[in-house]
């Protein structure tokens, strides 16, 4: 069974850090595709960051480019977020999601709060 489990949410004030982690299981986690997406009130999914399963490049929203970092471990099957000066428009619910042969999968979300 497949299973996607963020931790590492929380509340932080603005310039501020925090770092997601998102263990995974169930899948040869090397040979997927992993990202990050997240989701603010009122507003669609979106992209935050991605790192590939092959030569582990990466790929950035504009957004976010400079701030944040995504890195994989795959001894330990874990992606990381790497956040760094949070601003208030960062506050949303931060997805872990896999892309891979056998389909596509999403974790529950860790809630990221950037407050004063």
């Known amino acids: 069974q497949v299973q996607l489990v963020e931790s590492g949410g929380g509340l932080v004030q603005p310039g501020g850090s925090l770092r997601l982690s998102c263990a995974a299981s169930g899948f040869t986690f090397s040979s997927y595709v992993m990202s990050w997406h997240r989701q603010a009130p009122g507003k669609e999914r979106e992209l935050v960051a991605r790192i590939f399963s092959v030569g582990g490049s990466t790929f950035y929203a504009d957004s976010v480019k400079g701030r944040f970092t995504i890195s994989r471990d795959n001894a330990k099957n874990t992606v990381y977020l790497q956040m760094n000066s949070l601003k208030f428009e960062d506050t949303a619910v931060y997805y872990c999601?896999?892309?891979?042969?056998?389909?596509?999968?999403w974790g529950q979300g860790t809630q990221v709060t950037v407050s004063s």
């Open positions: 999601h896999a892309r891979g042969w056998s389909g596509d999968y």
